[in-house]
């Protein structure tokens, strides 16, 4: 039965006389509605809300309405609390049902509970309900899984444990959903919720909180291992790492304690995906804020990393037509927008590869803090942005050509904007190019181009993490041979490069080749501009109000935008 079928199966209104009866008449006699126990099912206790003492909210949706089915879920009528039974001393987690359709959702989430019985899944001890509030009573006492990992925040291993044991239950209940619901639970459909007692997996797989990704495990993990003990109990890190794999290790620091960077730079700039790069702020004369530069520290040397190239699209995302020479056409009247370009490389791949190394590498470097400004290169992304110009007499019909993806490949995991990434010309097959004069002088508009790249970083306790991980399993994270051991590529360091660099260091450490257009081109801008794109876009527009009062008055001819970038 599928969840949409759960669902749908009453348990009858509470306060019901007879059960989903309807449009009949009885006559005489004194009737005593005593409704709620033919609401509750048989095999579950009933309990009276005056005996449910609640003492502290556990958790409640983080998103406006659950959607399971195709159906939205009614808004802000679920909590979750801690909660002790009259009569009993255990702890309980309560789900309280109040507001608008509460009633409706509540039966709707008994017959889903109902009908599943998994020991990592919510189980069911009881249920309450009167005229306007609805329980639903499970057993144990539940942490939100976040506020659970934030107990061992100080213990980078007991955290990496943590996600591995529960990803192995969190894939067996998969696999039960699947086979016992035909059901495919993703991970925005559950919340993770940790047994207080036990430290095993309790999950909500009926609402979801979205907060949590949890990933299928890279190897097979024994359950009869994965309920997670005493933390704080004497020698469990040492059996934590006897426990793990390094690869699994690497993974999940990859997939769950990643931290993520983004820098735009000028079209000057190389993006070297999987290179670690030195994420470096300073002050320019004259500006007040903080500009951002990249220095590549190290790299993998001839890497055969999978990387994705996408081709052109509008602003919108949706992709626009590519001739069979490659190049991408889009006529004047629909290029309106920004253009974007994008590659992403496979993220896990290379971090897993750089956090096998990266304690042998930052001891070549002497690096000792600010772990997080060091960033493996992971995403590129070139943007090609189009702005109108009341110049000429816009009347032309011409079209907008935009190179091939594959131009910006300069080398196999380097990438930059192309010499000639665009053009304008009135031929349908784009022969015959317009020079940015001529382009200007028709009306047609102007381009700046930007690059965005991004990548990965981890905090100085990860790092640490990996450190005491690896002498646990007997090697020396000071030197390569974790890597070596791993059969993995080595990270090779780029000449003459410091821990963290000073500005008398930068001309020599960044890797920039000329940016040379030829005559039918738009040059680069200058690279300074781009760290602030709403100053040069006030300039732009400034500029261009004084370039038509010079032509209203003086009769000139129009000067091209591009002679004053």
């Known amino acids: ?35 709620s126990a033919a609401t509750i099912p048989s095999d579950f206790r009933k309990i009276w809300l005056g005996d449910i003492h609640l003492s502290r909210e556990i958790c409640s949706p983080e998103v406006s309405g659950h959607i399971l089915g195709g159906q939205r879920r009614p808004h802000g009528v679920r909590k979750v609390y801690s909660a002790k039974i009259e009569g009993n001393d255990s702890t309980f987690a309560v789900a309280m049902y109040q507001g608008n359709g509460a009633e409706q959702l509540w039966r709707e989430d008994c017959a889903q509970y109902i009908a599943v019985r998994h020991p990592s899944i919510v189980q069911i001890y009881a249920m309450a309900c009167s005229e306007s509030i609805h329980a639903m009573i499970f057993h144990d006492d539940l942490i939100p899984f976040r506020n659970f990992l934030d107990l061992y925040e100080k213990s980078p291993i007991a955290t990496v444990f943590i996600y591995a044991s529960v990803t192995a239950e969190l894939q067996q209940v998969r696999n039960y959903l699947s086979i016992k619901l035909q059901y495919l639970l993703y991970n925005c459909n559950c919340t993770l919720l940790i047994r207080r007692a036990t430290g095993g997996l309790s999950a909500d797989v009926f609402h979801g909180d979205s907060l949590t990704y949890i990933g299928a495990p890279l190897e097979p993990i024994p359950l009869a291992e994965t309920t997670i003990p005493l933390l704080d109990a004497p020698g469990q890190e040492t059996r934590f790492v006897e426990f793990l794999t390094l690869r699994e290790y690497h993974r999940i620091c990859s997939l769950h304690l990643t931290k993520f960077r983004t ?8 993006a070297h995906l999987g290179a670690m790069v030195y994420f470096w702020q300073h002050k320019q004369p004259g500006y007040e804020e903080l500009f951002q530069t990249q220095i590549e520290m190290a790299y993998l040397p001839d890497a055969d990393l999978d990387l994705d190239l996408s081709g052109w699209c509008d602003i919108e995302g949706q992709e626009v037509d590519v001739m069979q020479n490659g190049w991408t056409r889009v006529p004047h009247n629909e290029a309106g927008n920004a253009m974007i370009t994008r590659w992403v ?33 992971t995403d590129a992304i070139f943007e090609l942005n189009i702005f109108p110009t009341n110049s000429g007499n816009g009347s032309h019909k011409g079209f907008l050509f935009l190179c091939p993806p594959q131009d910006f490949q300069i080398e196999p995991t380097v990438f930059r904007w192309p010499e000639c990434p665009a053009y304008w010309s009135l031929d349908p097959q784009g022969v015959e190019r317009l020079t940015t004069e001529e382009a200007a002088a028709l009306g047609f508009p102007s381009f700046i181009l930007s690059t965005d790249i991004s990548g990965s970083c981890w905090s100085e306790s990860v790092y640490t993490g990996l450190r005491d991980f690896h002498r646990g399993k007997g090697f020396h994270s000071d030197n390569s041979d974790v890597a070596l051991h791993l059969g993995e590529p080595l990270y090779g360091l780029v000449s003459s490069v410091k821990a963290t660099p000073f500005a008398d260091d ?5 890797k920039s080749r000329p940016a040379v257009c030829n005559e039918f081109c738009l040059e680069f801008p200058d690279a300074i501009g781009f760290s602030s794109t709403m100053k040069i876009q006030l300039f732009l527009i400034l500029l261009l109000i004084l ?13 091209p935008l591009h002679k004053f970038i």
């Not at 209104?13 to 509605?33: H, L, Q």
Request: charged share 15%.
């Open 345 to 377: 490389s496979a993220h896990w791949q290379h971090d897993v590869l750089w956090l096998s190394q990266a304690n042998h590498i930052f001891s070549r470097l002497g690096v000792a803090s600010n772990f997080t400004d060091y960033v493996i290169l």
């Open 547 to 559: 370039l038509q009062l010079h032509e209203f008055v003086s009769g000139s001819t129009f000067i």
């Open 263 to 270: 820098l735009k730079c000028s079209p000057f700039e190389e």
């Open 1 to 35: 039965m599928s969840p949409e079928e759960l669902k749908n199966r009453s348990l009858g209104p509470c306060g019901a006389f007879i059960s989903n009866a309807k449009e009949f008449t009885i006559s005489g006699g004194v009737f005593n509605n005593y409704s």
């Open 506 to 510: 930068i001309p020599q450490l960044r």
